[in-house]
């Protein structure tokens, strides 16, 4: 079992920049792909990066390419993602998971756990 908890939301203007946390309880934190998704009113729940268990490998969603960066430290039980050059379109309630599959998943339905998310709010 895992429980995950995120923070760091807020409000910033445009082309600001957020640093999001989340935190793992349990022992296994290290044996879990971590990913963030996020989700806006009245649209599905959008995948943004993954995290391989060990922090080699990172995968992204085409829309935050070379804006976003995930990270984690085993040693704290913690995945982040650093979002730099924010737009009004990244606004939306963002969630971490963790997913057993060894593979790169980008799709909700294989991730085990979430956490409860944090709003992310940029204005124009």
């Known amino acids: 079992q895992v429980q995950l908890v995120e923070s760091g939301g807020g409000l910033v203007q445009a082309g600001g920049s957020l640093r999001l946390s989340c935190a793992a309880s349990?022992?296994?934190?290290?044996?879990?792909?971590m990913a963030w998704f996020r989700q806006s009113p009245g649209k599905e729940r959008e995948f943004v990066a993954r995290?391989?268990?060990?922090?080699?490998?990172?995968y992204y969603g085409d829309s935050v390419k070379g804006r976003f960066t995930i990270s984690r430290d085993n040693a704290k039980n913690t995945v982040y993602l650093q979002m730099n050059g924010l737009k009004p379109e990244d606004t939306a309630v963002y969630y971490c998971?963790?997913?057993?599959?060894?593979?790169?998943?980008?799709?909700?339905?294989?991730?085990?756990?979430w956490g409860q998310g944090t709003q992310v709010t940029v204005s124009s």
């Open positions: 995290i391989s268990r060990g922090g080699g490998t990172t």
């Open positions: 998971a963790a997913s057993s599959t060894l593979v790169v998943v980008t799709t909700p339905n294989r991730y085990d756990y």
């Open positions: 349990g022992r296994t934190f290290s044996s879990y792909g």
